[in-house]
Structure formats: C-alpha cells, structure tokens
C-alpha cells in the first residue's frame, strides 16, 4: 500500500458542485500539504498544516478549504467548483525537522471540473 | 521570498547524451534545494537533495546536481540519458530559516523526451 493515499484518483464533477479531495498517510508524519499542478505552471501551494491544529494558506488558497481530521487525514474541499479548478491534485506530507527534510507525494487526483 | 526558474520547459535528448536541466534559485537565506521527477501518471519522487556540506550532490537513477552558490544555481545532470529517464523534472527550493517555514516553492518544471 502507498504511504500517502489519494481518493479519488480522478473525478468529473460540474460547475457548481462540493467536492472533496482526501488524503492519508501511513508515514507519520506531523505535516501535510495540498498542491495544485498545471501544464507549464509546476506546482503551486494551496493549504498546509504543520499539526492538526494547525492550518495555513499558500499561495492560492482562494476557492478551497481544507480540514485536518487527525494527523494522519488531511483533505481538500471546493465550495463551488469551476472550470478553472480543472487540474491535477496532489497531497504530501513531511516529517519535521529542518527544511531539508524530503516530502512524500500521493499519486495524485485528476479533477475536471465541466 | 523564494522562488525557482527553470530554464527550458522541453528538453529533447538522444539515448546515450548528456543531460543538462537547469535551475537557478532566489532565496533570502541559504536555502535547501531538490531536484524531484514525475513519472508519467505518477506522482513526484524525490531524485537528490542538497542541505549543507558537499555542494555536489548524487542521487538515484545516475543524476547528480551542483550547488553554485554564486551563481545560485542547482542544476541537474546525468552523463548518459536512458529511455527511461523521460519524465517531468522539478527543482524546488526551501529557505531553510526554520522548520516552521518548510515548504517547497517548486519551478515551472522541464519535460525531458529521450530519443533513440
């Protein structure tokens, strides 16, 4: 079984809709993170949580909303989904430590947003 | 703030060439490098890391990077390129001020074809 797990691995939904991305680990690890990636833009920070008590904005958090159910869940919500929201999804995590330390990725969850 | 530019966004290789991905960085402060690959379908494993010490750096797969702090660069090289190392690479960086301030800022990434 993969250490950062991704539900679903692809979805469709329509303009308008809640939907919510979820992520477990099995690692341990205390901090997880949510990244968005786009062809020719890499991969861009959406939320971060350094504990379960803990959440923060990246870079584009606007139009989502995380939750961190308990150290090992971490998942994404958006609201009202549109088009522009189409992307590819991934959940990492980290152990903490210096900032050397490597962060682990899920496969990844495929959002279409028609 | 830091950020990450890689240069070219496609670079095409014959099997057996050498292969040149480039990142330059801007940090504040001495920052934490890595260099990570997508497989197609796949999400992004990390291929070498730089933190302190030896400012040559190897890692998995053949790649090994350089940390050039004058030039602040951190590019990523393998002598001889397999089909298999066509992938999407991405350099990302990490300030490195604390802990509390981990978290990777990633380039654009570079699409690397492997011709036969």
């Known amino acids: 079984d993969a250490d950062v797990t991704q539900t679903p691995r692809n979805r469709i939904t329509k303009t308008g809709k809640r939907i919510m991305l979820e992520c477990s680990q099995t690692?341990?690890?205390?901090?997880m993170y949510w990244y968005r990636q786009d062809p020719g833009l890499g991969l861009r920070l959406i939320y971060y949580s350094f504990d379960v008590k803990d959440i923060n904005k990246g870079e584009i958090s606007d139009g989502y909303s995380v939750s961190r159910q308990a150290q090992a869940k971490f998942s994404l919500s958006l609201e009202s989904a549109i088009p522009n929201q189409t992307a590819l999804y991934f959940c990492a995590t980290s152990d903490s430590g210096t900032g050397g330390t490597e962060a682990f990725f899920g496969q990844g969850t495929r959002l279409t947003v028609v | 703030a830091q950020s990450v530019t890689q240069l070219g966004s496609h670079v095409s290789v014959s099997e057996g060439a050498l292969v040149l991905l480039r990142c330059n960085y801007s940090s504040s402060v001495p920052p934490y490098l890595f260099w990570y690959v997508q497989y197609p379908n796949q999400g992004l494993q990390l291929l070498l890391k730089?933190?302190?010490?030896?400012?040559l750096v190897k890692g998995i797969n053949g790649f090994e990077a350089e940390f050039k702090k004058s030039e602040t660069s951190f590019h990523l090289t393998k002598p001889s390129a397999h089909m298999s190392d066509a992938a999407e690479y991405f350099c990302?960086?990490?300030?490195?001020?604390?802990?509390?301030?981990?978290?990777?800022?990633f380039g654009k990434g570079t699409l690397l074809t492997v011709n036969p």
């Open positions: 990302a960086v990490n300030p490195g001020s604390g802990g509390s301030n981990y978290k990777l800022t």
């Open positions: 730089y933190t302190t010490g030896a400012t």
């Open positions: 690692k341990g690890h205390d901090r």
